[in-house]
């Protein structure tokens, strides 16, 4: 995804340096999937122009609202089936918050032993991980211009076709 940060002079933070006051979107990527940790989450929100409710994101962008549905949250998840592994709150509190995470790993490990499973057979991810809607990705996503070479949205090379 590639998206411009709109700043206006007249609008200044703490630090005297213009804020953003928007996003124009340039294209979505190759894939329709983005990842953001909850840091990310936080300043884009702050920034005014994404909106996070739990189970979608929305980017209200000066060009266009992108509408991205939750896939995956941070946490434990099996990796052979994609399970999400349930560990207690003080456990994904240390995941989230320190370098190393020795609580969340042994409850990851107590489940897959549980359940059976070897006790790698788990991946942890801080991120979370949203898909844009495909109508949306489609119309927005990364391709090359033939003529400039440069990356740009797939719409601008159809509607320069009509």
């Given at each position: 995804?590639?998206?411009?940060?709109?700043?206006?002079?007249?609008?200044?933070?703490?630090d005297s340096q213009p804020m953003v006051t928007g996003v124009k979107v340039i294209h979505t990527g190759l894939e329709a999937e983005q990842r953001w940790d909850?840091?990310?989450?936080?300043?884009?929100?702050?920034e005014g122009w994404l909106k996070f409710d739990g189970s979608q994101v929305t980017i209200a962008a000066e060009n266009a609202t992108l509408v991205y549905d939750v896939v995956t949250q941070p946490g434990y998840f099996v990796r052979s089936t994609g399970e999400r592994i349930p560990v207690s709150e003080l456990a994904m509190?240390?995941?989230?918050t320190e370098r190393e995470a020795?609580?969340?790993?042994?409850?990851?490990?107590?489940?897959?032993?549980?359940?059976?499973?070897?006790a790698n057979d788990y991946d942890a991810t801080r991120a979370y991980t949203f898909r844009l809607r495909s109508d949306l990705h489609e119309h927005w996503r990364k391709v090359v211009?033939?003529?400039?070479?440069?990356?740009v949205a797939a719409?601008?090379?159809?509607?320069?076709e009509a």
């Open positions: 995804m590639k998206l411009k940060r709109l700043y206006s002079p007249s609008v200044v933070g703490q909850r840091g990310q989450l936080m300043q884009f929100a702050s509190q240390q995941f989230m020795p609580l969340a790993a042994a409850e990851a490990r107590a489940f897959l032993a549980g359940k059976g499973l070897a211009d033939p003529l400039s070479g440069n990356d719409h601008t090379l159809n509607s320069a």
